[in-house]
């Protein structure tokens, strides 16, 4: 190993420790020349779903809330009446003119006085206001009509109250048929501001607008894409797939309130949206080819969950004949996905932008189907597996029935390739469970997805007093999210994949049904929590290579090496308010550089978070470590996780 760099991972969870007067240092002794297991390259990756506002109104950059009107069937909400001067005007939602059979709603303007200098209009307020920042260009645009209307309309980006002016376009053109407008907005200096977007009438007439959209930039410049400070935050995981659309988003309350995915696909006029398990209305602008370009953008890898049959009203289609159209929904999903532009819906990809196929290994056949008590999910299960297989037949089929609801378990008439695991527990839970939870897993059996995961404080996560709390979680939550990552990189071989949930959190007023969440934001900025820093720390830091360990009783510790260029990490998790001594042993290894490098996240006290207005409060700090040997003391700071990096020579 001359010349290579060794990084030593070891997770130490003290929860087990002996009284303070029994003390001693913990022992990790790490065998850098037996390797146990190698790491699954798709380990470390993300899970998403419409909770929260995770798209509208948090990764999906579209600024107008209700932009097609069909969010509320009687009025029309985050919309309001603008009547500058001896301007007249009435405001109401009509759907007597549709724009098509799918958006059958808009907004329409009946003027009685207006004019260039007192005009009329509709304001629409965002997602807890629009977003008003300096020297940048937004993209807007809207279809309209109108039966006598014959003068200009005027676009403006305003201050709240309409006082101050931001940006404004005027345009012209608009007739008795429905007519796309499109046009730029930009902005000068200014201090960033929470706004409003306008449309005004400068004459007498009925005005009727539906599909209303407003885009600032987007990463890689995609229309209709996505935020570019959101996405940087999630390219910094490193994350090596993507689980979507979910979740619950998946099952839906009801059947008619599913992920119905050819409803996400194509031009926006062709998107009706439809209501989210989490109470709103989902826009369905962020569809299908959207998640699949997300995952090129980030060079992700798709996990794809397809519907099963069984809804969140504890509702199931009974398997044969009643579920057959889903099957096949599944499979048309799939060729979507990754079938030739020569196939009836790989062709549809195509027309929609994306002549290539995506890379696709793994299938989700529904989300926690454990909750299902009727006994169907096997008869189900069965029947996606079998018809994936005949067609697809390298493709793995993932459960949603795991291991951790045993009295929910029942035999698997087909085998698995994977079990999806979910686990939302306790800090304590997971600090006292994770040492040895994987333990007695079968290797020889189905490998285990972990595909949501997330310690919480003290207060359960789908109970009201979580609403009190921050959105994010403080450094104990990311404590021991560190240890059961430790457990679960120690039986990566067998953990194919895991990914934290909820990944997202809009921190505005009534934004949220659910905490703790990953990464939080207003429409300005975004921010990552401790938990965020902590699986950065692991995902940036890991080899594929797992290494024998032995360890002191209650330390729980991981060990990887690279086996290119000789990596390996030990990083080290103190959930305690004291310093605590890890007396390290690397056998196989005779020489190692003079120096470490230590990357610490620590506060002086657990409770300790980031936010919009502190979001730096808890980050990682690198640090030089000095006189290292084969064998050393390393002194973990009270309340942190450290990785060390060690090179041999």
């Known amino acids: 190993m001359n010349g290579k760099t060794i990084y030593l991972t070891a997770v130490t969870a003290l929860s087990l420790l002996l009284p303070a007067s029994q003390a001693q240092n913990l022992s990790l002794t790490v065998d850098a020349g037996q390797a146990v297991g190698t790491v699954s390259p798709r380990f470390f990756g993300l899970m998403t779903e419409e909770i929260n506002h995770s798209y509208d109104g948090g990764l999906y950059a579209e600024l107008i809330q209700n932009r097609s009107l069909m969010d509320n ?87 709240a109250d309409g006082s101050t002016t931001f940006a404004e376009t005027k345009l012209s053109g608009v007739g008795v048929a429905w007519k796309e407008f499109g046009l730029n907005l930009r902005t000068g200096a200014l201090n960033p501001t929470k706004g409003r977007f306008v449309i005004y009438a400068t004459r007498r007439g009925s005005l009727w607008l539906t599909l209303v959209s407003l885009f600032p930039p987007t990463f890689n410049n995609r229309p209709n894409g996505t935020r570019p400070d959101i996405m940087r935050m999630l390219a910094d995981l490193k994350p090596s797939f993507l689980r979507f659309p979910g979740g619950n988003y998946v099952e839906g309350d009801t059947v008619e309130t599913r992920f119905d995915w050819k409803k996400t696909i194509g031009p ?18 962020f569809g299908l080819l959207e998640f699949l370009q997300w995952c090129e953008d980030l060079h992700m890898e798709p996990v794809l969950a397809v519907y099963a049959g069984y809804n969140l009203d504890h509702s199931h ?62 008869a189900r299960f069965a029947q996606f597996f079998d018809a994936i297989k005949a067609k697809y037949p390298k493709l793995e089929c993932i459960s949603t029935v795991g291991t951790e609801h045993p009295e929910n ?49 003290d207060v359960v996560p789908w109970e009201p007093p979580s609403r009190k709390l921050p959105p994010t979680p403080s450094l104990k939550s990311a404590l021991a999210d560190a240890c059961w990552m430790a457990g679960m990189e120690r039986h990566s071989d067998l953990i194919v994949m895991q990914c934290y949930a909820p990944m997202f959190v809009n921190v505005n007023p009534g934004a949220r049904q659910w905490r703790p969440n990953l990464i939080g934001y207003d429409g300005f900025n975004c921010f990552g929590s401790p938990s965020y ?23 729980n510790q991981s060990a990887t090496r690279d086996s290119a260029t000789g990596l390996i990490y030990v990083q080290l998790i103190n959930p305690k308010g004291q310093p605590a001594p890890v007396d390290i042993t690397l056998q196989n290894v005779t020489l190692l550089a003079p120096t470490a490098t230590a990357i610490t996240l620590s506060a002086p006290d657990e409770t300790a978070s980031n936010s919009v207005d502190k979001p730096a409060a808890v980050v990682p700090v690198t640090t030089t470590v000095p006189n290292i040997q084969p064998s050393f003391t390393y002194s973990m700071a009270p309340y942190s996780v450290t990785v060390l990096q060690l090179k041999p020579r």
């Open 73 to 159: 069937a009687t009025k029309a909400i985050h919309w309001s009446l603008v009547q500058r001067q001896a301007a007249k005007a009435e405001m109401s939602l009509d759907d007597s003119t549709p724009l098509n059979e799918v958006l059958t709603n808009s907004l329409r303007l009946d003027i009685t006085t207006a004019s260039e200098a007192g005009p009329a209009g509709v304001a629409n307020d965002g997602y807890w206001g629009i977003p008003i920042t300096p020297n940048t260009t937004y993209r807007a645009s809207f279809y309209a009509r109108s039966d006598n209307h014959s003068g200009p309309l005027i676009a403006k980006l305003e201050s």
């Open 268 to 285: 926006l006029t062709s998107r009706p949206g439809h209501q989210c398990p989490w109470g709103y209305r989902s826009t369905d602008g």
């Open 317 to 378: 289609i009974e398997p044969g004949a009643a579920l057959q159209p889903y099957v096949q929904d599944a499979l048309d999903e799939i060729e979507y996905t990754c079938g030739d532009a020569s196939t009836t819906w790989g062709g549809r990809r195509a027309q929609d932008g994306h002549p290539a196929p995506f890379p696709l290994h793994y299938v989700e056949i529904g989300n926690e189907d454990w909750f299902d008590k009727s006994g169907s999910y096997d």
């Open 409 to 457: 378990q029942r035999v698997h008439s087909r085998k698995p390739d994977v079990i999806d695991e979910h686990y939302y527990s306790s800090a304590a839970t997971f600090d006292s469970d994770s040492p040895t939870h994987f333990e007695n897993y079968d290797h020889n059996g189905p490998k285990i997805f972990v595909g949501e995961w997330a310690a919480y404080e």
């Open 533 to 555: 820093y902590a699986i950065q720390m692991f995902s940036q830091n890991h080899g594929d290579t797992i290494l024998k360990t032995t360890a002191s009783p209650g330390l």
